[in-house]
């Protein structure tokens, strides 16, 4: 069992930075995919960001080269580095961790068996 919280969401303006943070619990952090998904109101779920022990990552191309994604293992947290920030960007983000394997394409969240509750984070224009 794995259980996952997250934080650093908050109010930003357009064009700025935040970072999130998503802190494991259990012995096993190191073997499972951790990911990153955002849901907007009335918006289905959708896949940001991806990354593997081995340091592999995977991103949407709406994110690709303005978020970053970046593990810990050691503390057992995985972090998203947003930069530019558009007002798209506002949703809850959430955390998730899966025995997703690194030749598998990890956009859909049925490959992930653990969830966080969730952070907010909202783009002023």
Not at 5 to 25: D, I, M
Not at 56 to 69: M, N, P, Q
């Amino acid at each position: 069992q794995v259980q996952l919280v997250e934080s650093g969401g908050g109010l930003v303006q357009a064009g700025g930075s935040l970072r999130l943070s998503c802190e494991a619990s259990g012995r096993t952090f190191s073997s499972y995919a951790m990911g990153w998904f955002r849901q907007a109101p009335g918006k289905e779920r959708e896949f940001v960001a991806a990354t593997w022990s081995g340091g592999l990552t995977y991103y949407a191309d709406s994110v690709k080269g303005r978020f970053t994604i970046s593990r810990d293992n050691a503390k057992n947290t995985v972090y998203l580095q947003m930069n530019s920030l558009k007002p798209e960007d506002t949703a809850v983000y959430y955390c998730a961790a899966g025995s997703v394997p690194a030749i598998v394409i990890p956009t859909p969240a049925g490959l992930y068996q653990y969830w966080g509750q969730g952070t907010q984070v909202t783009v002023s224009s």
